[in-house]
C-alpha cells in the first residue's frame, strides 16, 4: 500500500496558508504572541519548517543553525511560502514518506508519522499569525484534538530544553483550542485579535 501525506497535515497547511493569503497589507511587522517576533517572523519560521520537511523527504542533512526568518519570507511572504511549499509537496513520494528519521530528543519515526505529529506547531503559529494581523481562526475539532494528544506528551520535552515557554493557566471548561495554545504559553482567553 502506498503511502500517502497525512491529511491532517494537509490541513492544517492549508488552514496557515489561509491566513497568511488574508494578511493585510502594512501588517507583516505587527508583533506576534512569539516574544521578539512580528509577523513576518513567524511567517518566515513556517516556511522554513517545510524547507526542513523537504531536507528530511531527500535524506539531506539539516542545517546546524536557524536562518534568518525574515530572509525566508523574503519580500513576498506568500509568494516564497507557495513556492517552498510546492516544491516539498513534490518531494513528498512514497518513499521519502517512509524514511526513518531521528528527531531532536533521539526518537524514530517515519517522515509520515513526524508530518502527523507536527500538527501542534502548525497551529500554534498559525494562531500567532492570526493574532499578529487582527485575525481570527478556529481550527477544525480533529486537527485540535490529534494536536493536543501528541503536545500533551512533547511540551514538558520542549518546555525542559528551553522552545516552549510555561504552561498558561485556563479557567474550567476552557475548550481544546485554547488548552493546545496554552500548553505552548499562549493566553488564547485574553480577548479579540488586536485590529
Known sequence: MAVVIPERFVRALDG???VLVAVPPGRWL????????????VAGHVTAGLLVVELRAA?????????DWREVAGADPVASW???????????????????ITLGFGDVVTLSEWLEGSLSELLVHTWDLAQATGQEV????????A??????????????AGFVGPEVALPEGA????????????????????G
Do not use: I, K
Request: charged residues 25%; aromatic residues 4%; glycine residues 10%.
Open 30 to 41: 505587527s508583533p506576534s504572541p512569539c516574544e521578539g517576533w512580528c509577523a513576518v517572523d
Open 175 to 194: 475548550g481544546d483550542q485554547e488548552r493546545l495554545l496554552a500548553l505552548f504559553g499562549r493566553t488564547p482567553l485574553a480577548g479579540p485579535p488586536r
Open 82 to 100: 507557495r513556492a517552498v511549499r510546492a516544491r516539498m509537496t513534490a518531494g513528498l513520494g512514497p518513499e521519502a514518506l517512509a524514511r526513518r
Open 16 to 18: 496557515f496558508e489561509a
Open 138 to 145: 478556529v481550527f477544525d475539532a480533529d486537527l485540535v484534538g
Open 59 to 67: 535524506g539531506a542533512p539539516l542545517p546546524q543553525d536557524d536562518p
Open 147 to 160: 494536536a493536543l494528544e501528541t503536545a500533551r506528551r512533547l511540551a514538558p520535552r520542549g518546555r525542559a
